[in-house]
């Protein structure tokens, strides 16, 4: 039997067991019959209606935080593209009929994503296990041994409700000291404004996602020249931050001394060797001289910078890249190459985040950098900062971190 053959409008409705489609929207796209059934609804209750429509938490009660849970965890799938298999969840389900009435339900949802020709998530994939009868405590004296197993599973499950409510709490707490640990060690940018350069940091979304990547703007010694630099720490959490602040901290001191790029990383990558958990970290770093119009660069495994002429030409800086920091277990010496600029060209450097997605070649991204640099050369150094990172960051944020330094020429 052929796919043309199969009907899978019958298939999905006849799937054992609770099944929904949602959009990226969160709104109901299709369910089939045991959904519609096992929630009390009726169709036109649900498809077309958001989840929040269908399904409220109930006012009523502070600790009824499963439809909120279940939100989260959708957009969990949105943002990175893998399935999501949520704890034990208990819902308080409203009665269509008799609003006032809510009735406690503990289902067991996954959630999985449904990819487009993009490689982007067009659907949500939202299958349920009614687990109800068997948490539900029966009331009466009866001794019965199921009604105690019953009784413990309940326990247990709110216990495990209670811990990942704490879990994710103490997620989000890390996230927001990892946020401003990286922030303090970023420069400030008024670092930036003689040059007329732009600057900017996304952190990724989710809880656990802050990761190390890192800008840094110098003034170098002897005539007028500018070091910019970019890097990526392998890692998420406090620990990638603190990674990512000595390393950014010990390419500017040495970049200062350094007779050019190369030795910059060269001095970095000896560093990275003695720091727990730089190994595997890129960095690319430019010496951009305003008063010879060139620019010498060196990357160790990063993104290669991108130099766009004024009539819109884009050159990608990519004749002098490298392994990685720490990558070899007897350092080299790095390689090293140079191009020439014309006054009101255009210098960006930014991290992978900015261009790489999953199931996507990075050509595309880099075309698409390419694409987005050109369309609005004319713009100032922040208005196409904002420009390019509206244009490449997904509308619900990267999973990835993102930095970015645009720097006229």
């Known amino acids: 039997m052929n796919d043309s053959a199969i009907d899978y409008a019958a298939v999905f409705q006849a799937l054992p067991g609770m099944v929904a489609l949602l959009g990226p929207d969160l709104v109901y796209v299709d369910v089939n019959e045991e959904f519609l059934h096992g929630a009390g609804r009726k169709r036109e209750q649900t498809v077309g209606h958001h989840l929040f429509e269908v399904f409220p938490d109930n006012p009523n009660d502070p600790a009824a935080t499963g439809v909120r849970n279940l939100e989260a965890s959708l957009r969990r ?23 006032e009435r809510w009735q406690e339900r503990y289902w067991s949802p996954c959630n999985v994503p449904v990819f487009g020709p993009d490689g982007e998530v067009v659907l949500l994939v939202h299958r349920v296990e009614e687990v109800t009868e068997l948490i539900r405590a029966r009331g009466g004296r009866s001794t019965d041994r199921t009604q105690v197993l019953e009784a413990e599973l309940y326990t247990r499950a709110r216990e495990l409700q209670e811990l990942n409510e704490r879990l994710r709490q103490a997620h989000a707490r890390e996230r927001e000291v990892a ?52 890097g990526d720490v392998v890692g998420h959490g406090l620990a990638a931050a603190g990674v990512m602040g000595q390393l950014r901290s010990a390419l500017s001191a040495t970049s200062r001394v350094a007779a050019g790029p190369a030795q910059a990383l060269d001095v970095l990558g000896r560093y990275a060797h003695v720091v727990d958990g730089a190994e595997s970290t890129t960095a690319v ?125």
């Open 179 to 230: 946020l401003a640990l990286q922030g303090a060690m970023l420069p400030a940018r008024r670092q930036a404004a003689d040059h007329r350069a732009a600057v900017r940091y996304r952190p990724a979304v989710g809880a656990l996602n802050v990761c190390g990547d890192w800008y840094d703007l110098v003034d170098l010694v002897g005539g007028h020249r500018l070091g910019v630099s970019v």
């Open 77 to 99: 799938v949105l943002a990175t593209g893998e399935r999501d298999a949520m704890a034990l969840q208990r819902y308080d389900v409203q009665d269509p009929e008799r609003p």
């Open 285 to 409: 770093t430019t010496f951009v001289d305003f008063d010879r119009h060139t620019i010498t660069y060196s990357s160790a495994g990063h993104p290669p910078p991108v130099l766009m002429h004024p009539d819109g030409r884009v050159e990608f800086l990519d004749r002098a890249t490298d392994p990685p920091l720490d990558a070899c277990p007897d350092p080299v010496r790095r390689p090293q190459a140079a191009t020439v600029f014309t006054d009101g060209a255009t210098l960006v450097l930014y991290t992978d985040g900015l261009i790489e997605r999953r199931r996507e070649d990075i050509d595309t991204g880099l075309a698409r950098l390419a694409d987005s640099l050109t369309r609005h050369r004319s713009a100032d150094p922040e208005t196409l900062a904002d420009a390019v990172l509206r244009e490449l960051l997904p509308p619900g944020g990267a999973t990835d971190d993102t930095a970015l330094v645009i720097v006229r020429l």
